[in-house]
């Protein structure tokens, strides 16, 4: 970024480089607070979610291939059915997305030195770091949770699974919840308070507006779940009575509760990949986003309805008409916020210059799988037809379209589009075409013959079928086409890996990319620009002239900051400088509260409730040597 | 920088104010508590859902064998948590104006008088969980979820008070100014809570 590097400039970066350096080796990761270390931690945590979560499937394929497959038993298939709808959904998807894309790019995009909270950001990440941990400890215990994703009581109930598997479940989502609640409140504030000034809201780029939609709906939608899951965890374990109708409790209390959370989620899940596509299509058509205000408000919009449409989940269960009808007809309201987007999408592309490079091609496969996807949705949304496939690999394919068409695509595309940002190298373009194409083929493969064998009957869930019922064939192209998926996915990994170390240099801007983070180095300095930008449009880095008077700044000193470890503040509106935030350094108390929060969970697990209550106590001591830091302290 | 026209506020940007200078937004440690208080609200939203879903899934509220909640004494304790609002505010705008004893002694009045009503609320909560155990029915479930939550709540406000109160001991920093403005927006939240939570249990004597 500095082009005219002059003597004052290079000593005010070298002062910047003192402030903001962190210690090397194990210990600097463990006490991090620097978003974009943060970033790669859940970045690499989540990808090893996502592994298990693929082998877990890949086994449930391998059981399913024929009729009577004897490779599982009915046990460990409802074990492995539950974890990897948990793991990709709470393990992988979210935190890939938000603590992975979101803590690494959102301060970038918005021209801060880091997140409002860096602490409270670095908690979020060894919290939910444990909470897998602890999740995934039930697998090696053979109790893993087996009753769904959705965990229906009464199946949930300690009758009917006496063991701990639902108890891992229950407590490990609230413990998840918490980091993404933490995670979720950093990001609005980092939203509202630090963008660079001149980013007033309607500059702020797209992602960012798809990060805010999906931080508000954690706030807002997380809570139902936790409440849920503190409801289960009482009738299970202190015979309190929520779900059972003897004691004038109802299991429909659970399914209301859960999908209250539940459909927001799908929207947080679906969101993020929202925001990538949307940083993505403009860099490789030449072009702003077309009806950028109209896909902002979208992006917030999907995220608002979303919150009004819990009891679609809930057709086939004996609802009074007039409520069907009701969330049936605000189900169909999805679409008018989807079709805006799609329609942004497409058309930006096409009045643009585009240049299908692989991030393009997955932007391209996201948006053919959320538009069948998305199809599949609105049939849903017409009760009767809702009522015939409830329960069937119709509603499997409609949302493996969706959450893994349509959500995991993006994220794949962005690994390729940010992969110089982070390393400072390129990856192999010709194999990175090659990825897509096989992913692409491996998904259309794996989920289309699921809406064939949803009509012809065959239910969810079950672990294996007869012979007779023809299902064979189609069951074995999925299979094989998950295979091909998986290579896919395989090599995508492999290229990154091998483009890590033997890539190209790209230098700071490869793709001629419009948001701020192409403005400076890659990878990125510990303090992310040598001097704060300042904006005034929506892709601050097409304003050329306005970054070389950055470059300028330097020189005299200007918004450079190096007095302190400082970012500054500006109004929430207009983005008009505030003040000067000084901001808390590495830490070792997010992970010292983050164990001590873990070990809370483990004893409430083993029911030793007085133990668990010490390191309650532990972990308040912690949150006051924590603040008794204080960051502002001249 | 009010004073400045709007064209020249980002050209002018490197006269930042310091850190510690009056801001024209509220400070990011405010924000994150109303962020905060924002998710605990809807969790007291689920709650109170959840006690009107369990009610009229009843045909009888309380059931047979539990009487309907006395309304005196429950009313008399919430008017006198709420009534903390005043000197934990006070506490607020003396610490502002640089009073800071003032603030502290007026805080720990506030803190004396909720913690009295913890003390007498948990006292309250182990005598009708002899009464009606949260393990006879959906009715005591709820009750003692609803107001558990609620208490706990109190204890938490507690536990910041209190720190609040150690850590400006020794002087006043922004830091601390903003952990006390924060705490009395946390304080204004459980009693407005308060309000709320006694007024759904009463709900079922009406």
């Given at each position: 970024?500095?082009?005219?590097?002059?003597?004052?400039?290079?000593?005010?970066?070298?002062?910047?480089?003192?402030?903001?350096?962190?210690?090397?080796?194990?210990?600097?990761?463990?006490?991090?607070?620097?978003?974009?270390?943060?970033?790669?931690?859940?970045f690499?945590?989540t990808?090893?979610?996502f592994?298990?979560?693929?082998?877990?499937?890949?086994?449930?394929?391998?059981?399913?291939?024929?009729?009577?497959?004897?490779?599982?038993?009915?046990?460990?298939?409802?074990?492995?059915?539950?974890?990897?709808?948990?793991?990709m959904?709470?393990?992988f998807v979210i935190?890939m997305t938000t603590?992975a894309f979101g803590?690494y790019l959102?301060?970038?995009?918005?021209?801060?030195?880091?997140?409002?909270?860096?602490?409270?950001?670095?908690?979020?990440?060894?919290?939910?770091?444990?909470?897998?941990?602890?999740?995934?400890?039930?697998?090696?215990?053979?109790?893993?949770?087996?009753?769904?994703?959705?965990?229906?009581?009464?199946?949930?109930?300690?009758?009917?699974?006496?063991?701990?598997?639902?108890?891992?479940?229950?407590?490990?989502?609230?413990?998840?919840?918490?980091?993404?609640?933490?995670?979720?409140?950093?990001?609005?504030?980092?939203?509202?308070?630090?963008?660079?000034?001149?980013?007033?809201?309607?500059?702020?780029p797209l992602f960012?507006f798809a990060m805010?939609a999906v931080?508000?709906?954690?706030?807002?939608?997380?809570?139902?779940?936790?409440?849920?899951?503190?409801?289960?965890?009482?009738?299970?374990?202190?015979?309190?009575?929520?779900?059972?109708?003897?004691?004038?409790?109802?299991?429909?209390?659970?399914?209301?509760?859960?999908?209250?959370?539940?459909?927001?989620?799908?929207y947080i899940i679906i969101l993020p990949a929202f925001g990538i596509a949307t940083s993505i299509i403009p860099t490789f058509?030449?072009?702003?986003m077309?009806?950028?205000?109209?896909v902002?408000?979208?992006e917030?919009?999907v995220?608002?309805?979303?919150?009004?449409?819990?009891?679609?989940?809930?057709?086939?269960?004996?609802?009074?008409?007039?409520?069907?009808?009701?969330?049936?007809?605000?189900?169909?309201?999805?679409?008018?916020?989807s079709?805006?987007q799609v329609?942004a999408w497409t058309?930006t592309v096409?009045?643009?210059?585009?240049?299908?490079r692989a991030p393009l091609l997955f932007i391209g496969g996201f948006i053919v799988f959320f538009v069948?996807g998305g199809?599949?949705?609105?049939?849903?949304?017409?009760?009767?037809?809702?009522?015939?496939?409830?329960?069937?690999?119709?509603?499997?394919?409609?949302?493996?379209f969706i959450i893994f068409g349509a959500a995991v695509f993006p994220i794949l595309g962005g690994m390729y589009y940010w992969f110089?940002?982070?390393?400072?190298?390129?990856?192999?373009?010709?194999?990175a075409?090659?990825s897509f194409?096989?992913a692409f083929?491996?998904t259309?493969?794996?989920?289309?013959?699921?809406?064939?064998?949803?009509?012809?009957?065959?239910?969810?869930?079950?672990?294996?079928?007869?012979?007779?019922?023809?299902?064979?064939?189609?069951?074995?192209?999925?299979?094989?086409?998950?295979?091909?998926?998986?290579?896919g996915l395989?090599?995508i990994?492999?290229?990154?890996?091998?483009?890590?170390?033997?890539?190209?240099?790209?230098?700071?801007?490869?793709?001629?990319?419009?948001?701020?983070?192409?403005?400076?180095?890659?990878?990125?300095?510990?303090?992310?620009?040598?001097?704060?930008?300042?904006?005034?449009?929506?892709?601050?880095?097409?304003?050329?002239?306005?970054?070389?008077?950055?470059?300028?700044?330097?020189?005299?000193?200007?918004?450079?900051?190096?007095?302190?470890?400082?970012?500054?503040?500006?109004?929430?509106?207009?983005?008009?400088?505030?003040?000067?935030?000084?901001?808390?350094?590495?830490?070792?108390?997010?992970?010292?509260?983050?164990?001590?929060?873990?070990?809370?969970?483990?004893?409430?697990?083993?029911?030793?409730?007085?133990?668990?209550?010490?390191?309650?106590?532990?972990?308040?001591?912690?949150?006051?040597?924590?603040?008794?830091?204080?960051?502002?302290?001249? | 920088?009010?004073?400045?026209?709007?064209?020249?506020?980002?050209?002018?940007?490197?006269?930042?104010?310091?850190?510690?200078?009056?801001?024209?937004?509220?400070?990011?440690?405010?924000?994150?508590?109303?962020?905060?208080?924002?998710?605990?609200?809807?969790?007291?939203?689920?709650?109170?859902?959840?006690?009107?879903?369990?009610?009229?899934?009843?045909?009888?509220?309380?059931?047979?064998?539990?009487?309907?909640?006395?309304?005196?004494?429950?009313?008399?304790?919430?008017?006198?948590?709420?009534?903390?609002?005043?000197?934990?505010?006070?506490?607020?705008?003396?610490?502002?104006?640089?009073?800071?004893?003032?603030?502290?002694?007026?805080?720990?009045?506030?803190?004396?008088?909720?913690?009295?009503?913890?003390?007498?609320?948990?006292?309250?909560?182990?005598?009708?969980?002899?009464?009606?155990?949260?393990?006879?029915?959906?009715?005591?479930?709820?009750?003692?979820?609803?107001?558990?939550?609620?208490?706990?709540?109190?204890?938490?406000?507690?536990?910041?008070?209190?720190?609040?109160?150690?850590?400006?001991?020794?002087?006043?920093?922004?830091?601390?100014?903003?952990?006390?403005?924060?705490?009395?927006?946390?304080?204004?939240?459980?009693?407005?809570?308060?309000?709320?939570?006694?007024?759904?249990?009463?709900?079922?004597?009406?």
């Amino acid at each position: 970024m500095a082009t005219t590097v002059t003597e004052p400039g290079l000593e005010r970066v070298g002062r910047l480089e003192r402030i903001w350096s962190e210690p090397r080796g194990a210990l600097g990761w463990l006490i991090t607070t620097d978003h974009k270390r943060i970033g790669l931690l859940y970045f690499f945590t989540t990808l090893a979610f996502f592994g298990a979560g693929g082998i877990e499937a890949l086994l449930m394929r391998t059981q399913l291939a024929q009729p009577n497959e004897k490779l599982l038993s009915p046990e460990t298939y409802d074990q492995l059915m539950t974890m990897h709808g948990v793991t990709m959904i709470f393990l992988f998807v979210i935190p890939m997305t938000t603590g992975a894309f979101g803590n690494y790019l959102l301060p970038l995009m918005i021209g801060a030195r880091d997140m409002a909270f860096p602490r409270l950001n670095a908690l979020s990440y060894w919290l939910f770091l444990a909470s897998g941990l602890f999740m995934y400890a039930s697998v090696f215990m053979h109790t893993a949770p087996n009753a769904g994703w959705f965990d229906y009581v009464p199946l949930a109930l300690k009758q009917y699974d006496p063991g701990r598997n639902i108890d891992y479940y229950a407590l490990g989502l609230i413990f998840n919840g918490v980091a993404s609640t933490a995670a979720a409140l950093n990001f609005i504030v980092t939203i509202f308070k630090l963008r660079a000034p001149g980013m007033s809201l309607n500059r702020m780029p797209l992602f960012c507006f798809a990060m805010l939609a999906v931080s508000l709906s954690l706030i807002f939608a997380l809570p139902s779940l936790t409440i849920d899951l503190v409801y289960l965890e009482l009738q299970r374990n202190v015979g309190f009575h929520f779900f059972d109708v003897a004691h004038g409790g109802s299991p429909f209390l659970w399914q209301h509760l859960f999908w209250l959370f539940g459909h927001p989620e799908v929207y947080i899940i679906i969101l993020p990949a929202f925001g990538i596509a949307t940083s993505i299509i403009p860099t490789f058509s030449r072009r702003h986003m077309i009806a950028f205000p109209l896909v902002a408000l979208a992006e917030l919009l999907v995220a608002f309805i979303g919150f009004g449409v819990w009891a679609h989940h809930m057709f086939a269960t004996g609802l009074p008409t007039i409520t069907l009808v009701f969330f049936a007809a605000a189900s169909m309201m999805v679409v008018i916020p989807s079709t805006i987007q799609v329609f942004a999408w497409t058309v930006t592309v096409a009045l643009g210059r585009p240049e299908f490079r692989a991030p393009l091609l997955f932007i391209g496969g996201f948006i053919v799988f959320f538009v069948l996807g998305g199809l599949s949705g609105i049939m849903f949304a017409a009760i009767p037809f809702d009522q015939a496939t409830t329960d069937t690999y119709f509603v499997v394919a409609h949302f493996h379209f969706i959450i893994f068409g349509a959500a995991v695509f993006p994220i794949l595309g962005g690994m390729y589009y940010w992969f110089p940002k982070v390393t400072g190298r390129l990856y192999h373009e010709g194999l990175a075409k090659l990825s897509f194409w096989l992913a692409f083929v491996g998904t259309a493969l794996t989920f289309f013959p699921m809406h064939i064998l949803g009509l012809l009957g065959m239910t969810r869930r079950v672990y294996t079928y007869p012979a007779s019922l023809g299902w064979g064939s189609y069951n074995l192209s999925e299979t094989i086409g998950a295979f091909i998926l998986t290579a896919g996915l395989l090599l995508i990994f492999a290229n990154l890996l091998y483009s890590r170390f033997r890539g190209p240099a790209s230098g700071p801007d490869p793709f001629f990319g419009g948001t701020l983070e192409w403005a400076t180095s890659s990878p990125p300095p510990p303090y992310n620009f040598p001097v704060i930008p300042t904006v005034r449009s929506a892709y601050p880095n097409w304003d050329r002239d306005e970054r070389r008077r950055d470059a300028e700044r330097l020189a005299r000193g200007e918004l450079v900051l190096d007095e302190g470890h400082e970012t500054p503040a500006t109004t929430v509106r207009d983005a008009f400088p505030d003040e000067i935030l000084e901001m808390p350094g590495e830490s070792f108390w997010p992970p010292v509260l983050a164990l001590m929060t873990a070990m809370l969970f483990v004893m409430l697990l083993a029911h030793h409730y007085a133990v668990a209550g010490i390191f309650a106590a532990l972990a308040l001591a912690t949150l006051g040597a924590w603040h008794a830091q204080e960051p502002q302290a001249e | 920088m009010s004073a400045l026209p709007r064209s020249a506020r980002t050209s002018a940007a490197a006269r930042l104010p310091r850190a510690g200078q009056p801001r024209a937004a509220l400070p990011n440690g405010w924000w994150g508590t109303a962020v905060f208080i924002a998710t605990e609200a809807t969790l007291f939203g689920t709650l109170i859902g959840t006690y009107y879903f369990l009610r009229f899934n009843s045909l009888h509220w309380p059931p047979p064998g539990i009487s309907a909640p006395k309304p005196t004494l429950p009313l008399v304790l919430t008017g006198l948590l709420v009534a903390t609002s005043a000197p934990v505010q006070f506490a607020v705008s003396a610490a502002g104006r640089g009073r800071l004893s003032a603030a502290r002694v007026s805080l720990l009045v506030a803190l004396v008088v909720q913690a009295g009503y913890l003390a007498m609320q948990l006292h309250l909560f182990s005598h009708d969980a002899h009464e009606f155990p949260p393990s006879g029915s959906s009715y005591a479930s709820i009750y003692f979820t609803l107001l558990g939550a609620h208490h706990l709540h109190v204890l938490i406000g507690l536990l910041l008070s209190g720190w609040v109160l150690l850590r400006t001991a020794t002087g006043l920093t922004p830091y601390r100014m903003t952990g006390l403005r924060v705490t009395a927006f946390y304080w204004h939240f459980i009693n407005v809570l308060a309000l709320v939570v006694v007024g759904t249990q009463l709900s079922a004597s009406v």
